[in-house]
Structures are given as C-alpha cells and as structure tokens.
T-cell receptor, first 114, second 114 residues
Framework: EPEVTQTPSHQVTQMGQEVILRCVPI?????FYWYRQILGQKVEFLVS????????KSEIFDDQFSVERPDGSNFTLKIRSTKLEDSAMYFC????????????FGPGTRLTVL | AQSVTQPDIHITVSEGASLELRCNYS??????LFWYVQSPGQGLQLLLK??????LVQGIKGFEAEFKRSQSSFNLRKPSVHWSDAAEYFC????????????FGTGTRLQVTL
C-alpha cells in the first residue's frame, strides 16, 4: 500500500504556462518534501514543508516555485512560468512523525515543457 | 560541498551472481545513510538505512550495506541477484540529521542477464 500518490503522472505544458503538481498522502504525515530529477541527472532537493510553512529550500527553489497545502491534505508544487529547463521528474516525499529520517517517495510526475 | 558519489553509472550482472554497488559521501560527521531503489514507472523505495550502531545493516529484498567510516563509504551488496532486481539504485545521505533533506548520488542502473 503506497504512502503517497502523485497527480498527474505526466504533464505536458507550453513554456511560460503555470503548472500545479499534486501530492496526495495516504495516511497522516507531518513533513513534506519536493525533489526533482532532470533526465540523466541526480535527484535534487527542492523544498521541505512542515507545519504549513517552508522549513528549508534549495537554490533551485526560486520565486517561480511555491508550495502549499490548501485543504490540509494535498500538498502542491506550483511553477508559475515554466521554462524548458523545468522539464524533469518531480517527486513528492513524506515523513511521519514516528519514522525518524525515513522519507516515503511518491511515483513522481514527469513534467515536459515545450 | 556535501556530495554523494556513485562511481558506477551502469552495472550488468548475471542472475545468481553477487552484487556490490558503491557509494561514497564527502567527509564530515557521520551522516544518516540510505539506499533507495527505483523500478521503471515507480517511486523511490527505501531498501535500508544506517543511523548508528552495527555498521552492517540488513534491508529488504535480501540487500545489505556496510558503513565504513575510514573510507566514507556505504556500499550495497546482495549475495545472489535475481532478475527482478534490475532497477536504478540511489544512495542518499542526510547531512543535516534533522530529516530536512536528502542528498542523492547520481544512481547506478543495474541490468541482470539471465
């Protein structure tokens, strides 16, 4: 039974468009993360989110990115104006309060920017 | 800078043969160490983790890993590989100790021949 699902599985968009990627936790989690993996490169940390605020973000996570948990359940990553270089696989990860340091990853959303 | 190195991009082994995937991390206080596996179309599944204590850790699917402080390594091993082990394997490190983010290696793609 997966801890987390992500929607959509694949998103194709035009450069300059806004996209919203969604992460749906199956059970109660407190810590949320977004990572991305550009094709052929390593998985990179983007942002961590706890108690409805960002706890840490990387240099990649600039002003065009934002995260929120609007309904107290889904966790979203918004890219305001997509660029070609945003094309990547985006992974959501979750951590329970009780699972020290263990992050459960979703299956990912493949974003293609044309 | 904190980094994780997986020197082998692609490894091919025969079914039934032993396997060792290498992982080195940059020097520092002992971090928390993880191995994840990614099958095609799937998310990242945790194989095993090391926080402290016994330097040989056992994971799921018959995998084990050994932490060697002197070599800053955390190599993944399996005595007898099965065809279903074909996947991408990622070593990851939590340098923060607070589960705020993981630093990943570039991954090793394992191919298993019958």
């Amino acid at each position: 039974e997966p801890e987390v699902t992500q929607t959509p599985s694949h998103q194709v968009t035009q450069m300059g468009q806004e996209v919203i990627l969604r992460c749906v936790p199956i059970s109660n989690h407190l810590y949320f993360y977004w990572y991305r993996q550009i094709l052929g490169q390593k998985v990179e940390f983007l942002v961590s989110f706890y108690n409805n605020e960002i706890s840490e973000k990387s240099e990649i996570f600039d002003d065009q990115f934002s995260v929120e948990r609007p309904d107290g359940s889904n966790f979203t990553l918004k890219i305001r104006s997509t660029k070609l270089e945003d094309s990547a696989m985006y992974f959501c990860a979750l951590k329970r309060e009780s699972s020290y340091n263990e992050q459960f990853f979703g299956p990912g959303t493949r974003l293609t920017v044309l | 800078a904190q980094s994780v190195t997986q020197p082998d991009i692609h490894i091919t082994v025969s079914e039934g043969a032993s396997l060792e995937l290498r992982c080195n991390y940059s020097y520092g206080a002992t971090p928390y160490l993880f191995w994840y596996v990614q099958s095609p179309g799937q998310g990242l599944q945790l194989l095993l983790k090391y926080f402290s204590g016994d330097t040989l850790v056992q994971g799921i699917k018959g995998f084990e890993a050994e932490f060697k402080r002197s070599q800053s390594s955390f190599n993944l091993r399996k005595p007898s590989v099965h065809w279903s082990d074909a996947a991408e394997y990622f070593c990851a490190v939590d340098y923060t100790g607070t589960a705020s983010k993981l630093t990943f290696g570039t991954g090793t793609r394992l191919q298993v021949t019958l």
